[in-house]
Each structure stands twice: as structure tokens, then as C-alpha cells.
């Protein structure tokens, strides 16, 4: 047994190596108490004496050092109101998916959609969330990995949603079923060429399958996600992506070359083009 604020210090000392700030530091070690041992950071400040057996903590530890994210460690997270299981086979959620959500839920405030398809579900984030809010929608999630698919229906349990679940690889897909009132996708956008810009801890444990792209043909996604949009979706429905903030301009002449004049890009809370909406 050991007093919380005897362990915070040996955080702090083994992590300054690895992590330089000391604000996340602080933030992962508080996540953890609370995931392990149920003691927020309130209590921690109430009752820094506290004692509590330190093995699970001192674990995590030994796996932060090694540079894996504090959300697989803790096996789940707190995201969009929602409570999400993660692990390896799925992209931990970052901030912008959650401002893409609540664009759409915006978007759909007086007229709520019918059928909505998400491209790419992964942990199943974006399916939950917009199925959760549009209680009477069809929800309909697609991804090529069946270990993300399992991932996405125990999510989809969790948190008490009914969701169509399908094994498919879009790039390989000619035909799906029509009549979307939206579709949205959180595609692979990082180029190969961007890998040195990352954090270690990212490219080392995320699945890369779900991160990059050539850079030859970075938007080969969007393309054939754009066109079958064209083909699938009602008239007046809308396509929302997430997006590479370096890809904007690309978008923009792509879409300008199919003809595309109703969309719209928009920027997230750290000032970068990060989303994207087309109207049919």
C-alpha cells in the first residue's frame, strides 16, 4: 500500500522523460486513478494520504513508458457523451470527430434523418452517437476489419443502440443499398510523407490501416466515398467527412471537377480545415 500522492511523484519522475508536458502528464495519471481505483481528481486533492494497493497504476505505468496511449491501457474512454471500449484495432477518437458529430446533430435538428450510413466505423463512435441522438434513424456502420466491427458492436451494446453492422471494403464496393439521408466517413487522410510529423506512441500502436493513405493518390478515399454518394444518397441528403487539414485545397478542385458546387468546409477548435459537408 502506498499514499496516491507518493505515486503521483513517481509518475511525474518516470514519465519526464518521455512526456515533456507536465499538464498531460498530470491529466493521464488522474484518467487512471480514477479508471483503476475510482478516486477522482477531487478526492485526490480532499485526500492525498490516501493509501491504495499501487500495482495496477505502477502497471500502467511500465506501459505508458513504453509509449502506449493511456486509452488502450484503460481499455475504454469517455467520448461524445458516450462510453467507448477501445483497443488496438481501433483509432482512439480524437476532438474533431466529436465537432463533426455535433454538426451533423445541428444540421438535423428540425428534420431528423431516416437512414444514415457511416463509412469506416472503427471503434463505431460516429454510428453510436448519431444513433443515440436520432433514436427513431436506421443506422447502418461499415468497416473492413472485423476485429474493429466486434469492437464497434459491444460499443453499440454499451451504450444501448441497435446498429447495422457490415463487413465491407469500400474501396472494392460497386454497389450499395440507396436512400441515405446521410452518410459520413472518418476515412484513412494521412498521407505516408506525414509519418515523420507523428507521435510516436501513434504510429507504434494505432492501426496503420486506418491512418494512412499513398501519397500518390491521398484522396482515393474521398473519391470513391463522393461517388458513391452520387449514387446512394436522397436528394437533399448530405455527406459529411472528416478531413486532413493539407487536403483542402485538393477537395476543393476535386469536388469543382465533379461538377460539386454545394459544400462546405469548416475548421475545428485549434483553427484547422478538418471538416467537410456536401449537399446533394
Same mark, same amino acid.
Given at each position: 500500500m502506498k499514499k496516491i500522492k507518493e505515486i503521483k511523484e513517481k509518475y511525474f519522475n518516470k514519465l519526464r522523460q518521455s512526456i515533456d508536458n507536465q499538464n498531460e502528464i498530470d491529466a493521464v495519471f488522474h484518467?487512471?486513478?480514477?479508471? #483503476? =481505483?475510482?478516486?477522482?481528481?477531487l478526492d485526490f486533492f480532499l485526500n492525498p494520504e490516501k493509501e491504495i494497493d499501487e500495482k495496477a497504476i505502477v502497471d500502467a505505468l511500465d506501459s505508458l513508458k513504453k509509449g502506449i496511449p493511456w486509452q488502450y491501457i484503460a481499455g475504454e474512454i469517455d467520448f461524445c457523451?458516450?462510453?467507448?471500449? *477501445?483497443?488496438? $484495432?481501433? @483509432?482512439?477518437?480524437?476532438?474533431? !470527430?466529436?465537432?463533426?458529430i455535433r454538426?451533423?446533430?445541428? &444540421? =438535423?435538428?428540425?428534420?431528423?434523418?431516416k437512414k444514415i450510413l457511416d463509412i469506416g466505423t472503427g471503434s463505431g463512435v460516429i454510428a453510436i452517437a448519431l444513433a443515440k441522438h436520432f433514436k427513431q434513424s436506421e443506422v447502418t456502420a461499415i468497416d473492413n476489419s472485423k476485429e474493429a466491427l466486434d469492437m464497434a458492436k459491444e460499443n453499440?451494446?454499451? $451504450?444501448?443502440?441497435?446498429?447495422? #453492422?457490415v463487413l465491407k471494403d469500400i474501396?472494392?464496393?460497386?454497389?450499395?443499398? !440507396? +436512400? =441515405? &439521408?446521410?452518410?459520413v466517413s472518418n476515412p484513412p487522410y494521412v498521407r505516408e510523407s506525414e509519418k515523420k510529423y507523428m507521435k510516436k506512441n501513434v504510429l507504434d500502436y494505432e492501426p496503420v490501416q486506418a491512418?494512412? *493513405?499513398?501519397? /500518390? &493518390?491521398?484522396?482515393?478515399y474521398y473519391k470513391k466515398i463522393?461517388?458513391? #454518394?452520387?449514387? $446512394?444518397?436522397?436528394? /437533399? /441528403?448530405?455527406?459529411? #467527412?472528416?478531413?486532413?487539414?493539407?487536403?483542402?485545397?485538393?477537395?476543393? +478542385?476535386? @469536388? @469543382?471537377?465533379k461538377g460539386f458546387k454545394n459544400f462546405e468546409f469548416r475548421k475545428d477548435i485549434f483553427d484547422k480545415w478538418r471538416m467537410l459537408r456536401i449537399a446533394k
Open positions: 484518467r487512471l486513478l480514477f479508471h #483503476f =481505483y475510482n478516486i477522482s481528481r457523451d458516450l462510453r467507448l471500449k *477501445v483497443n488496438k $484495432n481501433v @483509432l482512439i477518437p480524437r476532438p474533431e !470527430t466529436e465537432e463533426l454538426w451533423i446533430i445541428d &444540421d =438535423y435538428r428540425e428534420l431528423p434523418p453499440a451494446q454499451i $451504450n444501448q443502440v441497435e446498429i447495422d #453492422f474501396l472494392q464496393t460497386k454497389e450499395m443499398t !440507396t +436512400g =441515405y &439521408d446521410i452518410i491512418l494512412f *493513405v499513398p501519397d /500518390g &493518390d491521398p484522396l482515393i463522393i461517388d458513391l #454518394f452520387t449514387q $446512394n444518397i436522397k436528394a /437533399g /441528403g448530405k455527406l459529411y #467527412f472528416e478531413i486532413n487539414e493539407f487536403m483542402k485545397e485538393e477537395l476543393t +478542385g476535386f @469536388l @469543382l471537377s
